[in-house]
T-cell receptor, first 117, second 113 residues
């Protein structure tokens, strides 16, 4: 069975602090994808990043960075110098890579991030 | 933005009535999905489709049915709505050949009284 755990239900920080959102996953598949989505207060789901199981390189995009470690089944997300606009619910998700199940996502329960001015 | 339109965006209905939600895409993607979002659960997959008339169940499919008669439309039906189906419903699309990540519609807020 696939499972994604985001242990942090809520995080509160002050603007300009760095914050790391944790994500741990479980799967028996050898080919899979990991995702992060952002859900701002307006409610839509915004795609942030996709990583496949064969690519363990960390990635940086502006203030965002992601640390993928297969050895610990983790895909953590760090926001550097947080801003009020980063306040949102963040979801980590695990996706299937093959066959008719392609793209099916298993989501974590989400982490509510609040950035205070 | 990915061309995904969900309708209606909001609906209030009574227990026992049938409800149909529509997802329309303009991307010609093969795969389409219906999820529901509830507090403390994240998003959970209800049903998905891997082609016209090809559908399968997800994690929380009881009480729901789907149909896909053409590539662009994926319908979710609650045969007899119950209060436990009050939720926000999201449609998503993806396509392996285009290597695009899965994108979501804006959601439908459904309240069953």
């Amino acid at each position: 069975a696939q499972k994604v755990t985001q242990a942090q239900t809520e995080i509160s920080v002050v603007e300009k602090e760095d914050v790391t959102l944790d994500c741990v996953y479980e799967t028996r598949d050898t080919t899979y994808y990991l995702f992060w989505y952002k859900q701002p207060p307006s409610g839509e789901l915004v795609f942030l990043i996709r990583r496949n199981s064969f690519d363990e390189q960390n990635e940086i995009s502006g203030r965002y960075s992601w640390n993928f470690q297969k050895s610990t089944s983790s895909f953590n997300f760090t926001i550097t110098a947080s801003q009020v606009v980063d306040s949102a619910v963040y979801f980590c998700a695990l996706g299937f890579g093959g066959g008719t199940s392609y793209g099916k996502l298993t989501f974590g329960q989400g982490t509510i991030l609040t950035v205070h001015p | 933005d990915a061309g995904i339109t969900q309708s209606p965006r909001h609906k209030v209905t009574e227990t026992g009535t049938p409800v149909t939600l529509r997802c329309h895409q303009t991307e010609n993607h093969r795969y389409m999905y219906w999820y529901r979002q509830d507090p403390g659960h994240g998003l959970r997959l209800i049903h998905y489709s891997y082609g016209v008339k090809d559908t399968d169940k997800g994690e929380v499919s009881d009480g729901y049915s789907v149909s896909r008669s053409k590539t662009e439309d994926f319908l979710l039906t609650l045969e007899s709505a119950t209060s436990s189906q009050t939720s926000v419903y999201f449609c998503a699309i993806s396509d392996r050949d285009s290597n695009q990540p899965q994108h979501f519609g804006d959601g439908t807020r459904l309240s069953i009284l």
